[in-house]
Every structure is written in structure tokens, then in C-alpha cells.
């Protein structure tokens, strides 16, 4: 079974520049989630979809960050402008409720160093 | 609210000695629980999970844990250390009826010398 597959690996921009993250959950796999890990810090959820609606997506800084999920499969989650706090690795995570257990599966991660 | 308290930034064992990660919980209510862990480059993998079952709980590569509510506690531990168990390790804590998201602590960082 395939996992969450996320692209790109690494991301170095300038700030003020736009940048966009994918990501690709395990099939079948309806509810998707968006975190931002911090240094030395564990991730913090930043939106949660259920199939194509995001139903949670407060901890989004909405100024500048946006996210889709087009179809309830992929989804992108883009920054615009960039800023040198936003430099932290982004995770996606996808998840099917087992006998009620919110179990997660991560990608690998997009790294993001803003300059 | 809930949230998690990792006892140590860092451990250090030897190949072949046991492991203890400390992990202390706070919950107004029942709680899920679980290890994840990270190695460099790669992506959250759970270990193991509590959800209301056995209160000592079996994970993947030898791993465990036991769930103690009269102490809040949810501490990882291993027999015997492996060179590959080196990674991060964070202990994560979650409601248990419809959808609670994942509180993760802080991690800790398990370094394993030959």
C-alpha cells in the first residue's frame, strides 16, 4: 500500500515569494490533515478536510496561507507571501476512522527554508 | 483541554540496554494515546496506540507501553536497544469519541551509541 506521498521534498525561497506544497493521501482515505512542525518543536495541526470541505481550519493563517482540496483527493496548501517565520517542515497526514481511533498516516514532509 | 509533557529532550542508552521515554498526559476526559516516531528525513510513524482496551500496549519493533491514569503517565519503553531506534519520538494525545485532533508533545530525542 502506497502512503502519503507529499512534493517537494526541500523548498528554499526568498521572502515575499509565493510557494505551493502537495500532497497525495492513501486511497481511501477521506479526511486529510495539513501540520507545520516547528524546530525541536512536534507538529501543530494547521487545517483538517473532510472529503473536499475543510471543517476545521483554525489554527490557518489566513492572511497569507490557503489550501484546497479539490475533488476530496490531493490537496495543495500555498503561502503567499512568504514570510522567514513561515520556515519549519509542513506535513500531511490522511486518516480513516478505525472502530473510532483517529489514526494518522504522514508523508515525509515538505522542508521550507525562507531567506 | 489536553496536553502532553515529554520528560526528557534527550536520551542516551547503550546497544542493547533498555529504553525509557517519558510521557505524562493531561486530559478532562478518557484519552487516546500514542507513540510516533521520526526518523531524519522521514515522515511520523505510529508505534503503538491506547485507546480503551489493554492498558499495556504492543507496537512495532519491540516497542511498548502502559497506560497508569493513576499517574497520567504513558511511558515508552524497549527491552533492548537497536542502533536503528535512533530518532524522535513523541508521545501524542487525543479524545476518544467522534473526532478529537492529535495533541503532540514536544518530542524526545533517543541517541543509541555502540
Known amino acids: 500500500e502506497a502512503g502519503v506521498v507529499q512534493s517537494p521534498r526541500y523548498k528554499i525561497i526568498e521572502k515575499k515569494q509565493p510557494v505551493a506544497f502537495w500532497c497525495n493521501p492513501i486511497?481511501?482515505?477521506?479526511?486529510l490533515y495539513w501540520y507545520r512542525q516547528n524546530l525541536g518543536q512536534g507538529p501543530e495541526l494547521l487545517i483538517r478536510?473532510?472529503?473536499?470541505?475543510?471543517?476545521?481550519d483554525s489554527q490557518l493563517p489566513k492572511d497569507r496561507f490557503s489550501a484546497e482540496r479539490l475533488k476530496g483527493v490531493d490537496s495543495t496548501l500555498k503561502i503567499q507571501p512568504a514570510e522567514l517565520g513561515d520556515s519549519a517542515v509542513y506535513l500531511c497526514?490522511?486518516?480513516?476512522?478505525?472502530?473510532?481511533?483517529?489514526?494518522?498516516?504522514f508523508g515525509p514532509g515538505t522542508r521550507l527554508t525562507v531567506t | 483541554a489536553q496536553s502532553v509533557t515529554q520528560l526528557d529532550s534527550h536520551v542516551s542508552v547503550s546497544e542493547g540496554t533498555p529504553v525509557l521515554l517519558r510521557c505524562n498526559y493531561s486530559s478532562s476526559y478518557s484519552p487516546s494515546l500514542f507513540w510516533y516516531v521520526q526518523h531524519p528525513n522521514k515522515g511520523l510513524q505510529l508505534l503503538l496506540k491506547y485507546t480503551s482496551a489493554a492498558t499495556l500496549v504492543k507496537g512495532i519493533n519491540g516497542f511498548e507501553a502502559e497506560f497508569k491514569k493513576s499517574e497520567t503517565s504513558f511511558h515508552l519503553t524497549k527491552p533492548s536497544a537497536h542502533m536503528s531506534d535512533a530518532a524522535e519520538y513523541f508521545c501524542v494525545v487525543s479524545g476518544r469519541t467522534g473526532f478529537q485532533k492529535l495533541v503532540f508533545g514536544t518530542g524526545t530525542r533517543l541517541l543509541v551509541s555502540p
Open positions: 486511497s481511501g482515505h477521506n479526511t
Open positions: 478536510y473532510e472529503n473536499e470541505e475543510a471543517v476545521d
Open positions: 497526514a490522511s486518516s480513516t476512522q478505525l472502530a473510532g481511533v483517529n489514526e494518522q498516516y
